[in-house]
Nanobody
């Protein structure tokens, strides 16, 4: 069972990156996906999450309108497209999978880390000013 996060890198402010989160060893269709980040010297925080089918998404205010979360269950992969990047977006980004037992209509987004079953290893995003 593994989540592999990738796509991080170095970008100038205003630029874009797309992160990927590929699952192996489990059926991604049954899991909601959350993206978290941890900036230097700060606690890890939730950024965005998406329901198991992809019909519902949620964004923290700090990234709303700039980041876009999506998933392709046929490819067992989730994505986080990040646009208009700011230096304060610099962080290690993690994806995580949460087993869900209800339909998307009943799903509510949350970032309680203990509710997530699997975690990726993190990918570093550095945004220069």
């Amino acid at each position: 069972v593994q989540l592999q996060a990738s796509g991080g890198g170095f970008v100038q402010a205003g630029g874009s990156l797309r992160l990927s989160c590929e699952a192996s060893g489990f059926i991604l269709n049954y899991y909601a996906i959350g993206w978290f980040r941890q900036a230097p010297g700060k606690e890890r925080e939730g950024v965005s999450c998406i329901s198991s089918s992809g019909s519902k998404t949620y964004y923290e205010d700090s990234v709303k309108g700039r980041f876009y979360i999506s998933r392709d269950n046929t490819k067992k992969t989730a994505y986080l497209e990040m646009n208009s990047l700011k230096p304060e977006d610099t962080a290690v980004y993690y994806c995580a999978a949460q087993r869900t037992f209800y339909s998307d209509s009943e799903w509510t987004p949350q970032f309680r880390e203990e509710e997530y079953d699997y975690w990726g290893q993190g990918t570093l995003v550095t945004v220069s000013s």
